[in-house]
């Protein structure tokens, strides 16, 4: 006798959420035959009931109400495609688990701050709290930290979590254009909302990262804890100068393990141009791994759009529907949600790494002496300084530094402004090992 189908109800008929019922519609048969049952949705929830979906919604029960769709006894699994950290995203996800419901969601504000609470509930239940298409998108990242990398210890994760900032960084390099033309690019095609403000400014990026940090370290997550630093300061002149020294610039999302803690950080970041990372372009993601047993493993492909976070939702739902009644599920962030250490961070002042400085100087004797004299107060050993004449009274002095401490970088450039000599605000950006 075939197995019942596994009763869907989905909360959120946006991008996501109406790919996700037109995939479930057009691979039934071959999902039915991967998992031994059929995936059915049969009930919706959204805000506005009349809206032209470009759907046919006629066979599913509607629910003005997400939370009730959630507890409703005519379902299983509760899909969450509604978005945003509180609010009814939350309700209704906690309400599902209550009730004895798996839930599958993509929404990583929700989980990047309600994550552990509510996998203590699955876990206390019994159930899934499925996630694959909450960091970035259809690349099954969470799957491979979560389980193919069982007993590997992770020195190191770190990734472009975040297409509109690597599509305008790209554009940037690519055609020499300023940072404000490529955003008004970005938005004109689709790829930057209106508000542009939570993914150039790393938001998007830091709740991704405070996942894979969990995961990552087997520790809580921490999403208040991540240095953030946007793309908005980033001019061509800083691109162009790093192409010459042989770098790339990329917001990535970093976290790693250090001596004092664990460091989360997301800001523009220098990548050897040679690197695979620095390969990644347009609005594609990546994410390295660094393990013990492994060397370094990079995922890349697409980060958003509605087809490939519905095949990473549909993914999640596979996974239920093959799992059987009785069976004890893995825990949603790779130990049990009691047993997640807590979040130990690392200050971002010792931080240690490799710095690029450009500085805008009034061309007058001695400058180029006094920073180099504040460089060496510092500490601060350089691996370059090479100085260019902008116009008559300017000129441009970029330094790269070899291994050194956020805390020197901060006091020397501090002390630099300090010394009057700068004609503008100082840039600095952080250099980044990568394979
Ligand atoms: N878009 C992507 O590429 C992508 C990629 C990865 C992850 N995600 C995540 O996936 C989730 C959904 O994103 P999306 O792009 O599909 O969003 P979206 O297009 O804005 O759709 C959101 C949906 O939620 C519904 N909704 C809002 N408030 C509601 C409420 N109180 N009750 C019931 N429904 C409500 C909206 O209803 P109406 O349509 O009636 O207004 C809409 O259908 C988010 O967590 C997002 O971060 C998105």
């Given amino acids: 006798m075939a197995a019942a189908p596994l009763r869907i109800g989905i909360a959120g008929l946006g991008t996501v959420g109406t790919s996700v019922i037109r995939m479930l519609a057009e691979k039934s048969t071959e999902l039915e035959r991967q998992c031994g049952r059929a995936i059915t949705p049969v009930a919706v929830s959204a805000r506005n009931r009349n809206r032209d979906r470009g759907i046919d919604l006629s066979g599913f029960e509607w629910f003005d109400d997400p939370v009730e769709l959630a507890a409703s006894p005519k379902i299983d699994v509760f899909v969450e495609l509604i978005g945003g950290d509180n609010g009814p995203a939350f309700s209704a996800v906690k309400a599902a688990l209550e009730a004895g419901k798996h839930v599958v969601t993509a929404n990583k504000a929700l989980l990047s701050r309600h994550g552990v609470e509510l996998a203590e509930i699955a876990e206390a239940n019994g159930l899934l709290l499925n996630y694959e298409a909450a960091v970035a998108g259809g690349i099954p990242v969470i799957k491979t930290l979560r389980e193919a990398l069982a007993g590997n210890t992770v020195s190191r994760v770190y990734g472009i979590l975040n297409g509109t900032c690597n599509y305008i960084l790209t554009r940037m390099e690519a055609e020499g254009l300023s940072f404000q033309e490529c955003l008004r690019e970005a938005q004109r095609l ?9 993914d150039i400014e790393g938001h998007d990026t830091a709740h991704k990262l405070s996942i894979l940090t969990s995961l990552a370290f087997g520790c809580e997550i921490s999403a208040d804890d991540i240095y953030l630093e946007g793309i908005s300061n980033i001019t061509p002149a800083d691109i162009k100068a790093a192409a010459n020294l042989g770098y790339r610039i990329k917001l990535l999302g970093v976290a790693q393990r250090t001596e004092s803690g664990i460091e989360q950080r997301v800001h523009p970041t220098m990548v050897p141009t040679s690197s695979v990372i620095a390969q990644v372009h347009g609005v594609t993601n990546a994410v390295a791994i660094e393990t013990d047993m492994l060397g370094e493993l990079l995922l890349s492909g697409p980060g958003a759009g509605g087809n490939a976070t519905a095949s990473a939702v549909i993914g999640d739902l596979a996974d239920i529907a093959k799992s059987r009644p009785g069976f004890q599920h893995g825990p949603v ?61 300017l000129k441009t002095v970029i330094l790269v530094t070899h291994e050194t401490t956020e805390l020197a970088v901060r006091n020397a450039v501090e002390q630099i402004t300090q010394d009057g000599i700068l004609a503008d605000k100082p840039q600095v950006i952080r250099i980044e090992r990568a394979a």
Avoid: C, W
């Fill in 190 to 198: 689709g790829y930057a909302e209106a508000d542009p403000t939570f």
């Fill in 333 to 393: 962030f790779g130990r049990p949600a009691k047993e997640l250490a807590p979040y130990q961070r690392a200050r971002m002042r010792a931080h240690e790494g490799g710095y690029f400085i450009r500085l805008t100087v009034h061309d007058r004797l001695g400058v180029f002496a006094s920073i180099a004299k504040r460089m060496a107060d510092n500490e601060i050993s350089l691996e370059s300084i090479v100085q260019h004449g902008d116009d008559v009274d």
